[in-house]
């Protein structure tokens, strides 16, 4: 064996698919350093091919009892009749089939049959009570992922989850199968070799763990329940979770290694005074084989890869439970000690996955995804920091700084209006159930555990930042967005808090130049902006699992923008909104196909490791983009854009000017001769604020049909109450299409998952730009939230110049503030504004000072 590592045996049951009559045998070793030796390894006949009957669990008469005085235990054979023997002392009492130790000791059982007659005499013995601080450190866990102990009767929002769980465990057990052959426990989850039906078989038993330990539950410490909850867990650990087992098929290494092994060690959890440490070690076979080593996943699999992120806190969240279970000091420590990673950031200018300094989240390889997989790792570890810190290994300084750092500069920059920004959440955009405004409440649920734990100046600074987001939240929505009364307790606290004030928030600007994203918030106007960008380095966009099927220009330069209309984006938007005219992208007018699991299987066949690629998953050539800042309210960002198929280039790129927005776009390009336009939005209509349209200053009726217009210098877009006006201004005139149209689409057409076809209509606005003529361009302002007689005043001032527009510079001046902001493509020397000499190509931001320019900010790029 190699030096310094233990010796591992492993026995494995081969049961071949057809007649074979020759194997070969591949040993592989793709991890690490050093000599491995394989040794020992033999073939033998195992006998018959193994029956597939659904084997089920057996009960037999104990020859003993052995239990630890905190430990309850229920009888094996519950048609017998258990009764403390005569000449027995006070050691234990016996309740219906449940014994409950009342001291160290030993002491007998006598068993009798259902005629009274005396089977067989049990020993009992009672040993000391388990180790107080394993004990505690369970009994935690289930406090922070249920609290029954914080039921409140008072509480609307307590009394309908404590209800609903109870339904559902009432439903769950009228339709659990009564065939003792089956293949199933409920016939909606009847193929168990599809492994999402096994991880779903397994939370209904959670579910019903759950409340077997909920004082409030009408099954509370019901008896028959905790054993059916036993018995079911041998079931599933005989039949389809075990060492013997194989991913393969229909199944997928998360199920096996996350979602089945998280449900069976809650379950475990919630019904530890139940279960004895012979039938932990028994139900958590399969994690042990599935999941090995804390550090990776998909151990057992040919291609194991190294947890990080989200799913790293997912597998602490398997397997220093299932250490606690197991009484596994070692384990334990080996489990927490490999979540250290988490608190480390990314190097600036690397690609590992995981938080940056900048606030950016990346997971999946290039993908950017606070909203959602970020959301799972701080949820995740927010369960486990309260264990941590009664651990002699709590959280040190540092982490509790990482962890402050991720709260206040990865996620709440990206929280405007009580939403968490879209162009953070990837696939979870196409999930009804996970709008934007749930997202939010997803997050703040993590956070607000997290500050639990920081030194108390953080806590309440934190505290009052979330405070400011729930205000955009009713109180009611809120509790009822979350599944434990634990949390109930902690947001309900923080709400009714006098002392802690919600925080005003200030304008800011976020560049996440690591995930190619930029977020800004006015807070005189009262909007916000978000930028969607990709490179090199980032994921356009990412469909899976038959998730975000349209998502395909989503990080083509598409902008949100934020203001009154508080339901934009979060109510129905993605189902309905034409995902080929994305506001601020320039794309192609081609037909698109949807990004399905059928569709990239057909592309795997003809392009193998190119198919994401040809479904148009890609990243640039380019690494031309990023963004530079001066201060809260300036900013430049660019992006040399070309897209998913090579065919459209655009030198695009975006200056921020306190409450305008300048979008120039040059070099615009089809190579195969593709009609191609610029979105300048598509915005969908608020029906009780909808919009009045000005062109050029004059009311202009907008219908179905598209108005063409060649000679627009200015457009407005009226809300019913003055307070979403948007405003658009050309530094030329310029020829758009635009139209109002009801377009409609339901949730199946962009996540084929979802059962939900019903037709959803919405009403959008959409302009846009056709480039007919090579090495087109364009250039236009975004004023939000601007008044009509402020928006007046700014066409006849031309506050802003575009100086340049072309493939090697866009030169901008704001004469109002005196600012220059220049993007500069190639390395060629440049003279702008007869003063400034620039060589390297990137970003700048001057300041006029006197007669001189003063740098703000640069960022070279190339």
Known sequence: MATGTEKKHQEKLYIPKLKVNQLKLELFYEAGHGQVVFDNLSLREAGDKPSDDIKIASHYLEEQIVLPLNKHYLMEMADYHYQIAAESSNIVRVENGLLIPLAQGKTLLEV?????????????????AEDPQTTSLITKWCEVILGAENFDRSSPAMVALNQKLDDSVTKNLADL????????????????????????????????????????????????????????????????????????????????????????????????????????????????????NPRQFRSTLVNPFKAIGGNLVDMGRVKIIEALLKHDKKALQDSIAALDTLFAFQPKGSRGEGFYEDGSYIDHTNVAYTGAYGNVLIDGLSQLVPLLQLLATSLDQQKLEVMTHWIEQAFLPLMVHGELMDMSRGRSISRENASSRQAALEALRGMLRLAEALPEQAKIRIKGKIKAVLAFHNQETILESLSSYYDMKLFKELLEDTTIQASPVKSYLSLFNQMDKLAYYNAEKDFAFALSMHSNKTLNFEAMNNENTRGWYTGDGMFYLYNSDLGHYSDRFWPTVNPLKMAGTTEAEVHREDVTIAYLKKLTNDYKEKAKEKAGMSTQQSSFVGAIKAGDKTALAVMDFQNWDRTVTAKKSWTILDDQIVFLGTAITSQTHQAVSTTIDQRKENPDNSYILFINGQETALTEEVLHRDDVTSLLLLSKDGQANIGYLFAKPTALALSRKVQSGCWSEINTNSN??????????????????ASDSYAYTLLPNISKADFDKVCSEARIEVLRNDSKLQLIHDKKQGLLAVVKYNQAKEVVNGQLSLEKSGLYLYQKVGNDFKQLSFKALS
Not at 112 to 128: M, S
Not at 197 to 219: G, I, W
Not at 759 to 773: G, K, N, R, V
């Open 177 to 292: 199968t009564k065939d003792q052959k089956s293949t199933y426990l409920w016939s909606d989850l009847a193929d168990l070799h599809q492994s999402s039906h096994m991880t779903a078989t397994c939370r209904r038993l959670e579910e019903m763990a759950k409340q077997v330990s909920s004082l409030a539950s009408r099954y509370y410490q019901d008896k028959e329940l905790i054993r059916l909850i036993k018995d079911k867990l041998a079931w599933l650990t005989l039949n389809y979770y075990h060492p013997q087992k194989d991913i393969e098929g229909k199944a997928n290494w998360w199920d096996f290694e996350i979602g089945t092994p998280r449900a069976i060690v809650n379950t475990l959890a919630f019904i530890y005074p139940y279960v004895t440490q012979e039938e932990i070690k028994r139900y958590t076979k399969g994690i042990s084989h599935f999941v090995p």
């Open 756 to 773: 939900n076809k019903d037709l959803i209509s919405q009403s959008f606005i959409t302009i846009s730009q056709t480039h007919s003529q």
């Open 112 to 128: 009798l049959d259902q005629e009274g007659q005396r089977v067989a005499t049990v020993p009992v013995e009672i040993l000391a």
